[in-house]
């Protein structure tokens, strides 16, 4: 049982190059979300999915696209990657629903550490 | 609206002795509060929750927190600090209901010396 599993852990990109971060879950969770963590600044919510085909932007989506084409998946795509995307992307996971058994709590993957020069 | 704040950067204590990490939460409806623990080079994971049931939630690895709404914090103890304790912590409010609404705290590392 994988859980969250997110791609690559690590990646040095060029300014202005392009690259996709995969996360994939095997929980069968609904929601799904992309964040970012920077030092001293705790995480912020870049873009969210409460299911298959649904995506919403969070706190920071600027330079920053998602899809969510099966309840598995939820890449964060970075089109003409800046130095200010420097940071490490967390991708999380959470059950959703009303299920009273659901404890709220959300589950990370280790993350992928992103350098832009 | 809702925030959070974690009035640590860094605490150091020597193992063995108490642990206190603090958060103060602002929000405008009954929230729900997280801590979180991250070691060096992994993802977060839950310690405890505090949900409207008991104010004295335990969590995983004898840490504790206490809901004071009078006070509006969430503070985080553990009796007796080890150094698989060292970490960075973090404090999370949400309301319920609402998917994206879940705001983290800068974070807290604790260090834990001999």
């Known amino acids: 049982n994988a859980g969250v599993t997110q791609t690559p852990k690590f990646r040095i990109l060029k300014i202005g190059q392009s690259m996709t971060l995969q996360c994939a879950q095997d929980?069968?969770?609904?929601?799904m979300y992309w964040y970012r963590q920077d030092p001293g600044m705790g995480l912020k919510l870049i873009y969210y999915?409460?299911?298959?085909?649904?995506?919403d932007k969070g706190e920071v989506p600027n330079g920053y696209n998602v899809s969510r084409s099966t309840t598995e998946d939820f890449p964060l795509r970075l089109e003409l990657a800046a130095p200010s995307q420097t940071s490490v992307y967390f991708c999380?996971?959470?059950?959703?629903?009303?299920?009273?058994?659901?404890?709220?709590?959300?589950?990370f993957g280790e993350g992928s550490r992103l350098t832009v020069l | 609206a809702q925030s959070v704040t974690q009035l640590d950067s860094h605490v150091s204590v020597s193992e063995g002795t108490p642990v206190l990490l603090r958060c103060n939460y602002s929000s405008s409806y009954s929230p729900s509060l997280f801590w979180y623990v991250q070691h060096p080079n992994k993802g977060l994971q839950l310690l405890l929750k505090?949900?409207?049931?008991?104010?004295l939630v335990k969590g995983i690895n004898g840490f504790e927190a206490e809901f004071k709404k009078s006070e509006t914090s969430f503070h985080l103890t553990k009796p007796s600090a080890h150094m698989s304790d060292a970490a960075e912590y973090f404090c999370?409010?949400?309301?319920?209901?609402?998917?994206?609404?879940?705001?983290f705290g800068t974070g807290t590392r604790l260090q834990v010396t001999l």
């Open positions: 999915s409460v299911g298959a085909g649904i995506t």
């Open positions: 999370v409010v949400s309301v319920p209901g609402t998917a994206s609404k879940l705001t």
């Open positions: 505090y949900t409207s049931a008991a104010t």
């Open positions: 929980m069968n969770h609904n929601y």
């Open positions: 999380a996971t959470h059950r959703g629903g009303g299920d009273p058994t659901n404890t709220g709590e959300l589950f």
